[in-house]
């Protein structure tokens, strides 16, 4: 397995959540477990991808940038979650952010997967490819399990 293809199985979670957590209506169980668990999502693999897929990228100079866009977005990703947990989920308010926050995530991993991979394909080693993805999961699965 590629970091490739370690990172779309998150990828896919985080697209099934989103979609699944915008379809919910009011103050309910099923919106608040949801969003507990998109919340957990995003927050372990933006940790465990910038650890082991960013970070290598950028120690080479073609790598950087896109990086810190990656990196950024997941900053953005961050602070929307901040404001969700702020408003209360009862509210219209509450969904609208919520929306905003799928496209968002949406936005990003469709960046990531059609350009950012492409890049990071020219740029990695084969080797470093399956090394990279072998530390993701470990990384990815440690996180899950205290969290």
């Known amino acids: ?3 490739f293809e370690a990172l779309r199985l998150s990828h896919d979670l985080q697209r099934e959540l989103a979609l ?12 608040h477990a949801l969003f507990a668990q998109l919340k957990q999502e995003l927050a372990v693999h933006s940790v465990a991808e910038e650890r082991h897929f960013y970070i290598p990228l950028m ?4 790598g950087v940038d ?9 900053h953005q990703m961050d602070e929307m ?13 509450w ?14 991993l469709r960046e990531e997967e059609r ?17 990279l993805a072998g530390d993701y999961l470990s990384a990815y699965d440690e996180m899950k399990q205290v969290s």
């Open 1 to 3: 397995m590629t970091i």
């Open 59 to 62: 120690q080479q100079d073609a």
């Open 95 to 108: 969904l609208a952010q919520a929306k905003a926050l799928a496209d968002k995530v949406e936005h990003h």
């Open 20 to 31: 699944k957590l915008v379809a919910t209506h009011g103050d309910s169980s099923e919106r």
């Open 115 to 131: 350009t950012f991979f492409q890049m990071a394909g020219k740029l990695l080693r084969e080797r470093q490819k399956e090394q």
């Open 81 to 93: 979650i901040e404001d969700l947990e702020a408003t209360d989920p009862s509210s219209p308010s």
């Open 66 to 74: 896109l990086s810190r866009h990656a990196i950024a977005e997941h």
